[in-house]
T-cell receptor, first 116, second 109 residues
Framework: EAEVAQSPRYKITEKSQAVAFWCDPI?????LYWYRQILGQGPELLVQ????????DSQLPKDRFSAERLKGVDSTLKIQPAELGDSAMYLC??????????????FGQGTRLTVV | KQEVTQIPAALSVPEGENLVLNCSFT??????LQWFRQDPGKGLTSLLL?????REQTSGRLNASLDKSSGRSTLYIAASQPGDSATYLC????????FGAGTTVTVRA
């Protein structure tokens, strides 16, 4: 069964270090999302791609976060420098296309980031 | 900006009881609404998708209704089991997915 792949599953990093997360969406899915989920809260959208273009990054802290999807397939989310408040679950999701009533989003297993 | 609210935040029921989980949203101009399940420390698993033109959707013991005009959806889980213990999240799609904070369900054996 097709699934969204994320790595690593867990990451511990020191404050001020750089960290990167990788996501491989389901094959053929044009839309890719990165979400951040703090314990006990719902996921918050960080960035949304349609193919290789960013369609929404209004909640992405651009002074330290960056995201790319160079060939419109897999994607990397980077944090530099990491801060204690960045400790959270980072979730990647994909869907076939946006703006359609039958579009279903599928999520990966997430990356649990701990900043010490 | 779309605001999604889920009530209650937590729910504990004995095994066999029916579960009713509520989701409300502020902007009715949506493409669809999805219900997800999340186990501790895991990603989200899609349970049901209701298209904007639909009133309800069913999958096994799960039934979800949608009233777009009033900005509400309800997820019903019949004859709950301990394995249903998880956090349930709703998300509305208005060209981006906006989530509620979830309802954490505990089913006691």
């Amino acid at each position: 069964e097709a699934e969204v792949a994320q790595s690593p599953r867990y990451k511990i990093t020191e404050k001020s270090q750089a960290v990167a997360f990788w996501c491989d969406p389901i094959s053929g899915h044009a839309t890719l999302y990165w979400y951040r989920q703090i314990l006990g809260q719902g996921p918050e959208l960080l960035v949304q791609f349609q193919d290789e273009s960013v369609v929404d990054d209004s909640q992405l802290p651009k002074d330290r976060f960056s995201a790319e999807r160079l060939k419109g397939v897999d994607s990397t989310l980077k944090i530099q420098p990491a801060e204690l408040g960045d400790s959270a679950m980072y979730l990647c999701a994909s869907s076939l296309i946006q703006g359609n009533s039958w579009t279903e989003a599928f999520f990966g297993q997430g990356t649990r980031l701990t900043v010490v | 900006k779309q605001e999604v609210t889920q009530i209650p935040a937590a729910l504990s029921v004995p095994e066999g009881e029916n579960l009713v989980l509520n989701c409300s949203f502020t902007d009715s101009a949506i493409y669809n609404l999805q219900w997800f399940r999340q186990d501790p420390g895991k990603g989200l698993t899609s349970l049901l998708l209701i298209q904007s033109s639909q009133r309800e959707q069913t999958s096994g013991r799960l039934n979800a209704s949608l009233d777009k005009s009033s900005g509400r959806s309800t997820l019903y889980i019949a004859a709950s089991q301990p394995g249903d213990s998880a956090t349930y999240l709703c998300a509305v799609d208005d060209y981006k997915l906006s989530f509620g904070a979830g309802t954490t369900v505990t089913v006691r054996a």
